[in-house]
Nanobody, 121 residues
């Protein structure tokens, strides 16, 4: 059983910063991708920053240059440093990972419970 546990959301004024953390635990053989999505009220969930293991990190256009995803591979943790926050960044942020539990299995999608980020104007 794989679990993703997030932390770090909260309320911040526009222009401020927050740092989100997500730790994957459980039966993990390979992590193919790990990153962050967000869902604002009345909107669809959208990708924010996704890191491909052994590859690049991709950012959505609205956050490019303001958000930075970093990884600590040894403990299967990713961080999202969010700077210059705007009210439109307000959303529930979800950690996502594509993980294989065995050497022969395919990857499955796993989601964290979500953490609220609210940016006041």
């Amino acid at each position: 059983q794989v679990q993703l546990v997030e932390s770090g959301g909260g309320l911040v004024q526009a222009g401020g910063s927050l740092r989100l953390s997500c730790a994957a635990s459980g039966r993990i053989f390979s992590i193919y991708t790990m990153g962050w999505y967000r869902q604002a009220p009345g909107k669809q969930r959208e990708a924010v920053a996704v890191s491909v293991t052994g590859g690049n990190t991709h950012y959505s256009e609205p956050v490019e240059g303001r958000f930075t995803l970093s990884k600590h591979n040894a403990n299967n943790t990713v961080y999202l440093q969010m700077n210059s926050l705007k009210p439109e960044d307000t959303a529930v942020y979800y950690c996502h990972a594509a993980i294989s539990e065995t050497s022969w299995g395919v990857g499955f999608d796993y989601w964290g419970q979500g953490t609220q980020v609210t940016v006041s104007s």
